[in-house]
């Protein structure tokens, strides 16, 4: 059966992180919003020029250019035997659109994942990330640093830090989700909508493999 999942929670809860092993260890193309958006802007895509200013500011980019983009990557052969939504979607807006294209294509999720951590944690991992803009690894200067300074391990790339890790930016982007992102975990919480019951809060204090493991025993039961 089809596995289609959506990674929610605040900036620096290490979704991106858990998607890419979980998405690699069942075979399902990882679509990040964020990775394709910071793709579109390093391609100097219209869509990248446009979506530039919003991610610059921490902002989010507008419902109606991201729900086409991710409209356009779901159609893509790989995702016809489901996906991990990384980051999408983030507003009411965004999840109306998905409910109405899964509706259309007789389609479900099976499980949101609310990765969930306090502002303090979240704050020191986005300080220190490092990241590969060649290859998308991501790196933490202290809890997960590469093997030579400055040196992506997978593919020799040089490590770079996003510029919306920045301090002032983080908090905007922190700020952005408690109004416009929080929400979902209502709308696929305990109660609410039709969506309701699909959540699951994972603990994202833990180490990496911590929660690697939180995530699989969700994902069994
Ligand atoms: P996006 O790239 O999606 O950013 P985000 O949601 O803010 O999430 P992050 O990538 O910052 O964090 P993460 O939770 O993935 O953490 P990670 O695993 O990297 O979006 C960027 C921008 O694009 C947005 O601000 C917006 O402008 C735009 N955008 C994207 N999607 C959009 C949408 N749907 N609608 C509108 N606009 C959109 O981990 C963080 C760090 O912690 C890393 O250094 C990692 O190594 C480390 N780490 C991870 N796990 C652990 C652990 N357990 N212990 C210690 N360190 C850890």
Redesign the pocket.
């Known amino acids: 059966m089809a596995l289609r999942l959506i990674f929610l929670?605040p900036?620096?809860?290490?979704?991106?992180?858990?998607a890419k092993r979980l998405a690699a260890a069942r075979s399902i193309p990882h679509v990040?919003?964020?990775?394709i958006?910071r793709a579109e802007v390093g391609a100097g895509s219209e869509l990248g020029a446009k979506a530039k200013e919003?991610?610059g500011r921490?902002?989010?980019?507008p419902d109606d250019l991201?729900v086409a983009m991710v409209a356009r990557r779901l159609a893509q052969p790989d995702c016809g035997n489901g996906y991990l939504l990384?980051?999408?979607?983030?507003?009411m807006g965004?999840a109306t659109a998905l409910e109405a294209r899964l509706a259309e294509h007789g389609e479900t999720i099976g499980q949101v994942l609310y990765?969930s951590a306090p502002d303090d944690v979240l704050i020191k991992?986005?300080s220190?990330?490092?990241v590969c803009p060649d290859c998308n690894a991501?790196?933490?200067l202290e809890?997960?640093p590469p093997r030579n300074d400055g040196v992506c391990d997978k593919c020799g790339g040089k490590l770079i830090q996003r510029e919306?890790d920045m301090p002032e930016t983080v908090r905007n982007?922190l700020k952005v989700y408690r109004a416009q992102t929080r929400e979902l975990i209502g709308h696929y919480g305990a109660t609410g909508s039709a969506q309701a019951g699909l959540l699951t809060e994972i603990d994202?204090t833990?180490?990496?493999g911590e929660?690697a493991d939180a995530v699989a025993r969700s994902l069994e039961n």
Do not use: C, W
Request: hydrophobic residues 25%.
């Open positions: 929670g900036p620096g809860a290490g979704k991106g992180t858990q990040s919003t964020g990775d958006l919003y991610m921490g902002e989010l980019v991201v990384d980051g999408f979607p983030r507003t965004q990765f991992r986005l220190g990330r490092r991501n790196y933490h809890t997960m919306d982007r994202s833990g180490t990496v929660i």
